[in-house]
């Protein structure tokens, strides 16, 4: 099983992905870099082997779902208005994805399927 970790760099304000473990080898991608991103960056697989990578876009102050493998990935809006303390969980049974994010001003813990 290949290791899998997503990488926030708080110096270069970017999210890799690290790939390709053989021996002693250990490579990676950056998959976002413009601007506070990759704040409480989460990792989850779907039943067909696609890497899944939520995290906050300080900038934008929006939640991110980053889809694919490498060198593919795609990414989509999850929601806007907040993402801080993003955290995730799946089910095991079905494997629906959920998430948890602060929302400022309301001062609220909000909760979202990713569908």
Same mark, same amino acid.
């Given at each position: 099983?290949?290791?899998?970790?997503? $990488?926030?760099? #708080?110096?270069?304000?970017? $999210?890799?992905?690290?790939? !390709? =473990?053989? #021996?002693? +080898?250990?490579?990676?991608?950056? $998959?976002?870099?413009?601007?506070?991103?990759?704040? =409480?960056?989460?990792?989850?697989?779907?039943?067909?082997?696609?890497?899944?990578?939520?995290?906050?876009?300080?900038?934008?102050?929006?939640?991110?779902?980053?889809? !694919?493998?490498? &060198?593919?990935?795609?990414? +989509?809006?999850?929601?806007?208005?907040?993402?801080? =303390?993003?955290?995730?969980?799946?089910? &095991?049974?079905?494997?629906?994805? +959920?998430?948890?994010?602060?929302? &400022? !001003?309301?001062?609220?813990?909000?909760?979202?399927? $990713?569908?």
């Amino acid at each position: 099983m290949t290791p899998c970790v997503p $990488i926030f760099s #708080a110096r270069a304000l970017s $999210i890799s992905w690290p790939f !390709g =473990y053989r #021996a002693i +080898s250990l490579s990676s991608q950056r $998959i976002a870099s413009k601007g506070a991103q990759g704040l =409480y960056t989460q990792l989850y697989f779907t039943a067909d082997g696609l890497a899944n990578i939520i995290y906050y876009n300080r900038k934008n102050d929006v939640v991110i779902k980053v889809t !694919g493998d490498i &060198p593919n990935w795609t990414p +989509s809006e999850l929601q806007t208005g907040g993402g801080r =303390y993003l955290a995730l969980a799946t089910n &095991p049974l079905d494997g629906v994805a +959920s998430y948890t994010w602060f929302q &400022p !001003g309301v001062a609220k813990l909000r909760v979202a399927d $990713i569908v």
